[in-house]
């Protein structure tokens, strides 16, 4: 993954963020959103792609409006897709089947006998 070619490929749209914030919030666009393409990248090696493409499809979106700079909820909103595509095209190791050892399966059997004693004592005497 080419983070910096990445970062080129990100389209912005920028308008008013919501919240408190007086004349200055009601003036100025400062809420980003950052818009990218995942079937357009050439940041994404074609491996990469269908694995982002599988997990989070063809357009990956995301909105910072936390600060009061239009640049820094840029930043913010640029490292939200950068995380969303690491994790996207992390490959997750297979879970190996494993099975109970010889020892483990004698001890629940025990403990089965054990507590089946244990009712069997409890029961009333029928004589």
């Given at each position: 993954?080419?983070?910096?070619?990445?970062?080129?490929?990100?389209?912005?749209?920028?308008?008013?963020?919501?919240?408190?914030?007086?004349?200055?919030?009601?003036?100025?666009?400062?809420?980003?959103?950052?818009?990218?393409?995942?079937?357009?990248?050439?940041?994404?090696?074609?491996?990469?792609?269908?694995?982002?493409?599988?997990?989070?499809?063809?357009?990956?979106?995301?909105?910072?409006?936390?600060?009061?700079?239009?640049?820094r909820n840029r930043e913010?909103?640029?490292?939200?897709?950068?995380?969303?595509?690491?994790?996207?095209?992390?490959?997750?190791?297979?879970?190996?089947?494993?099975?109970?050892?010889?020892?483990?399966?004698?001890?629940?059997?025990?403990?089965?006998?054990?507590?089946?004693?244990?009712?069997?004592?409890?029961?009333?005497?029928?004589?």
């Open positions: 993954m080419d983070v910096e070619s990445i970062r080129s490929e990100i389209a912005f749209r920028f308008s008013r963020s919501s919240g408190p914030g007086g004349q200055h919030a009601n003036k100025s666009s400062t809420r980003a959103e950052a818009i990218f393409d995942v079937e357009q990248s050439l940041g994404l090696s074609a491996a990469e792609r269908t694995r982002v493409l599988d997990k989070l499809g063809p357009v990956v979106r995301s909105v910072a409006q936390d600060e009061r700079s239009q640049l913010l909103a640029t490292e939200r897709i950068l995380e969303q595509l690491r994790e996207a095209t992390k490959i997750r190791r297979k879970r190996t089947a494993t099975k109970p050892t010889r020892a483990a399966k004698e001890r629940r059997l025990d403990d089965k006998k054990r507590r089946g004693e244990t009712k069997r004592l409890r029961r009333d005497v029928d004589d």
